[in-house]
């Protein structure tokens, strides 16, 4: 595992298949949302979270969310509007070929919010990038 550190707030992890390769690494950090009464929000562009990875990962199948088949020109706006909102614990989004402008947009919304976001783009084969 390789993992790089461009900022303080910003670490890449590279990574084989998105959302599962991130349930598995992130496993302890997403077990610890749990306790907290917030969403876990997963958005992408296409299924691809399964139940049997939740439940694998041990995370309450009540509080996973997982919005799909949303168009990469509104991702970086429901993104925003769910950090603005401080209702989940965490969000992990698929966005591929995300610019610089819409990376320095989360991060800000990231900053005035207490939630986590993973961002995967597997499209680029691109490791996943964390902001706290």
């Known amino acids: 595992m390789l993992i790089e550190h461009s900022s303080?707030?910003?670490?890449?992890?590279?990574?084989?298949t998105p959302f599962q390769q991130v349930l598995q690494q992130q496993r302890p950090l997403l077990r610890s949302f749990n306790k907290e009464k917030k969403w876990q929000l997963w958005l992408s562009d296409r299924p691809m979270l399964k139940r049997s990875w939740i439940n694998i990962a041990g995370l309450d199948k009540q509080k996973v969310v997982h919005l799909t088949h949303l168009n990469k020109e509104n991702l970086v706006s429901t993104i925003e509007k769910a950090l603005q909102n401080k209702t989940c614990s965490y969000?992990?989004?698929?966005?591929?070929?995300?610019?610089?402008?819409?990376?320095?947009?989360?991060?800000?919304?990231?900053?005035?919010?207490?939630?986590?976001?993973?961002?995967?783009?597997?499209?680029?084969?691109?490791?996943?990038?964390?902001?706290?």
């Open 91 to 132: 969000i992990v989004a698929c966005i591929n070929g995300l610019n610089e402008q819409a990376k320095q947009r989360l991060q800000q919304a990231v900053l005035t919010s207490d939630t986590c976001l993973v961002l995967v783009d597997d499209e680029q084969n691109q490791s996943p990038i964390q902001y706290h």
């Open 8 to 16: 303080p707030q910003l670490m890449a992890i590279n990574f084989e």
